[in-house]
């Protein structure tokens, strides 16, 4: 089973950037991606990146947060730019055994323990 980490979580005013990292303690072949969960609502996902680089976004993120992968590393990351308000949520990484890209949550196998992102007004 892998394990996955994240950091990079934290305080920051709307129209700020965060940049999150998820290592994985093996190597993974598989899509990786990003979920949130705010409170009391689903966890949605974010976006999702394959091992060959193919990326997919979440319509709420499209044009502010960008995913990128590190395979020598076992990392991915997510560069949060413009962030709202909205975007506050614990932000969890995931990893698939399978190599296509998917947003649906079930299609993943191993999940981080999450990292929270809190954006004011």
């Known amino acids: 089973q892998v394990q996955l980490v994240e950091s990079g979580g934290g305080f920051v005013q709307a129209g700020g950037s965060l940049r999150l990292s998820c290592a994985a303690s093996?190597?993974?072949?598989?899509?990786m991606g990003w979920f949130r969960q705010a409170p009391g609502k689903e966890r949605e996902f974010v976006a999702a990146?394959?091992?060959?680089?193919?990326?997919l976004y979440g319509d709420s993120v499209k044009g502010r947060f960008t995913i990128s992968r590190d395979n020598a590393e076992n990392t991915i990351y997510l560069e949060m730019n413009t962030l709202k308000p909205e975007d506050t949520a614990v932000y969890y990484c995931a990893a698939s055994y399978g190599y296509q890209v998917k947003s649906a949550l079930e299609r993943y196998d191993n999940w981080g323990q999450g990292t929270q992102v809190t954006v004011s007004s």
């Open positions: 093996g190597r993974t072949l598989g899509a």
């Open positions: 990146i394959s091992w060959e680089y193919t990326t």
